[in-house]
């Protein structure tokens, strides 16, 4: 078992500065000077500000190219371009899912990621490689690492026959999570996917997470369509509904009202604040109560090259979409990549009190809003009350082939 950790003068999310002892992998105590007894570790914090465990709630962790020879991207911008050229280089790049998403989940500590939901591609021409190699890595990394796996129809469902029964097979296997796509947009039969997609989730107990990236009125007619089955089925606090563009579609009337139920429906948002798409807003869900957490996506992928699996990066670009600038709406920025995740994934004991699981970041930075703008390595990063980087640099215990 781990000796108990004293870490000393450090600012838990920019308060005063306090000793904080770490026992049996969770805080034990938090006092302005604590003066180790018996056989404790001690580091010196000099200062720095700590924020929770930071938690990637969308990512993808069977797709990175992260360590392998830069591949130019080429493809079509369209997401069904996207998703064939993916499925195609897979093979000719020898993308081996244990090996790249064990790469990333390395990576990600590095920067102070400790919690992770990977959605994981399952389709007729992969079978269940994917979901089996991330499973491996969960099984590695599971001492600092909470990964939870969505079973992701990322080709289809209805267009792919064979891929329900998959699904089902990964469940079984320990999928944590029953996912969806697009149910008009990809499958054109709405009612089809989500009947299958919901009938997954009742026969094995699970919840559900669909990506919706159908924007406008296609996309509210999907997410009624969720919401109907979410209601009529008593799966209240048990959805999550990814990326939901059509949330930040011009129409504000039609939009809150779809706030307003998603709010009574206790259904969660993930967003990762893309560029070039239209995205909820993160005040309006807060205004509501609505969870709406954060996450990288893909990273250096066949989609896109742009990534590097650090959420201090992710909730800047969260700040940047919602245009927050006030330090208390940076702060709801970081929540989208902290507590908010946290809520999402139900990660338990999560936080910064007495009891919690001894998941800290540290960073040399005065405030909360600094380590957003400026996004310094990581002095020290714990998971689980183990050190698991330093200095910006994973441990050598924890890093990755």
Same mark, same amino acid.
């Given at each position: 078992?781990?000796?108990?950790?004293?870490?000393?003068?450090?600012?838990?999310?920019?308060?005063?500065?306090?000793?904080?002892?770490?026992?049996?992998?969770?805080?034990?105590?938090?006092? @302005?000077?604590?003066?180790?007894?018996? #056989?404790?570790?001690?580091?010196?914090?000099?200062?720095?500000?700590?924020?929770?465990?930071?938690?990637?709630?969308?990512?993808?962790?069977?797709?990175?190219?992260?360590?392998?020879?830069?591949?130019?991207?080429?493809?079509?911008?369209?997401?069904?371009?996207?998703?064939?050229?993916?499925?195609?280089?897979?093979?000719?790049?020898?993308?081996?899912?244990?090996?790249?998403?064990?790469?990333?989940?390395?990576?990600?500590?590095?920067?102070?990621?400790?919690?992770? /939901?990977?959605?994981?591609?399952?389709?007729?021409?992969?079978?269940?490689?994917?979901? /089996?190699?991330?499973?491996?890595?969960?099984?590695?990394?599971?001492?600092?690492?909470?990964?939870?796996?969505?079973?992701?129809?990322?080709?289809? &469902?209805?267009?792919?026959? !064979?891929?329900?029964?998959?699904?089902?097979?990964?469940?079984?296997?320990?999928?944590?999570?029953?996912? !969806?796509?697009?149910?008009?947009?990809?499958?054109?039969?709405?009612?089809?996917?989500?009947?299958?997609?919901? !009938?997954?989730? #009742?026969?094995?107990?699970?919840?559900?997470?669909?990506?919706?990236? #159908?924007?406008?009125?296609?996309?509210?007619?999907? &997410?009624?369509?969720?919401?109907?089955?979410?209601?009529? &089925?008593?799966?209240?606090?048990?959805?999550?509904?990814?990326?939901?563009?059509?949330?930040?579609?011009?129409?504000?009337?039609?939009?809150?009202?779809?706030?307003?139920?998603?709010?009574?429906?206790?259904?969660?948002?993930?967003?990762?604040?893309?560029?070039?798409?239209?995205?909820?807003?993160?005040?309006?869900?807060?205004?509501?109560?609505?969870?709406?957490?954060?996450?990288?996506?893909?990273?250096?992928?066949?989609?896109?090259?742009?990534?590097?699996?650090?959420?201090?990066?992710?909730?800047?670009?969260? !700040?940047?979409?919602?245009?927050?600038?006030?330090?208390? #709406?940076?702060?709801?920025?970081?929540?989208?990549?902290?507590?908010?995740?946290?809520?999402?994934?139900? &990660?338990?004991?999560?936080?910064?009190?007495?009891?919690?699981?001894?998941?800290?970041?540290?960073?040399?930075?005065?405030?909360?809003?600094?380590?957003?703008?400026?996004?310094? @390595?990581?002095?020290?990063?714990?998971?689980?009350?183990?050190?698991?980087?330093?200095?910006?640099?994973?441990?050598?215990?924890?890093?990755?082939?």
């Amino acid at each position: 078992m781990t000796k108990p950790l004293l870490l000393k003068n450090l600012r838990l999310m920019g308060a005063d500065a306090a000793d904080v002892l770490i026992e049996g992998g969770r805080i034990a105590q938090i006092a @302005p000077k604590i003066t180790p007894t018996g #056989e404790v570790s001690v580091e010196d914090c000099g200062g720095a500000l700590a924020l929770p465990g930071l938690v990637d709630a969308h990512a993808h962790l069977d797709k990175t190219l992260w360590g392998m020879p830069w591949h130019p991207h080429q493809q079509g911008k369209s997401l069904q371009q996207m998703i064939d050229t993916e499925r195609k280089l897979r093979h000719e790049l020898d993308m081996d899912a244990e090996r790249q998403s064990a790469r990333q989940v390395a990576l990600a500590l590095s920067k102070g990621t400790t919690a992770i /939901r990977s959605h994981v591609d399952i389709d007729t021409e992969h079978g269940l490689s994917l979901h /089996r190699g991330v499973a491996a890595t969960r099984a590695r990394y599971a001492d600092v690492m909470q990964i939870e796996t969505v079973a992701f129809p990322q080709s289809g &469902l209805m267009i792919r026959p !064979g891929t329900l029964e998959l699904m089902d097979e990964a469940l079984r296997e320990g999928a944590d999570i029953v996912g !969806g796509l697009d149910p008009c947009g990809i499958d054109r039969d709405p009612k089809g996917q989500l009947d299958a997609v919901f !009938g997954l989730a #009742e026969r094995h107990g699970k919840p559900i997470d669909i990506h919706l990236h #159908e924007p406008g009125e296609m996309g509210a007619f999907s &997410l009624e369509m969720i919401l109907d089955r979410t209601e009529a &089925l008593a799966m209240q606090g048990r959805v999550t509904v990814s990326h939901a563009f059509c949330l930040g579609m011009g129409d504000q009337a039609r939009v809150a009202g779809l706030l307003d139920r998603i709010a009574a429906l206790e259904v969660s948002l993930a967003t990762t604040a893309p560029a070039a798409r239209p995205v909820p807003s993160v005040a309006a869900c807060r205004e509501r109560g609505i969870a709406i957490c954060a996450g990288n996506d893909g990273i250096r992928d066949t989609w896109t090259p742009y990534g590097n699996a650090c959420m201090l990066e992710r909730a800047m670009l969260v !700040g940047l979409r919602n245009n927050f600038r006030a330090d208390v #709406e940076v702060g709801w920025a970081l929540d989208t990549c902290t507590t908010e995740g946290a809520k999402v994934m139900g &990660l338990e004991g999560y936080g910064l009190a007495e009891g919690c699981r001894a998941d800290l970041v540290l960073v040399d930075v005065e405030a909360v809003s600094e380590a957003i703008t400026l996004r310094p @390595p990581r002095r020290l990063v714990l998971s689980g009350g183990q050190i698991v980087a330093r200095n910006g640099e994973t441990e050598a215990t924890w890093q990755s082939a």
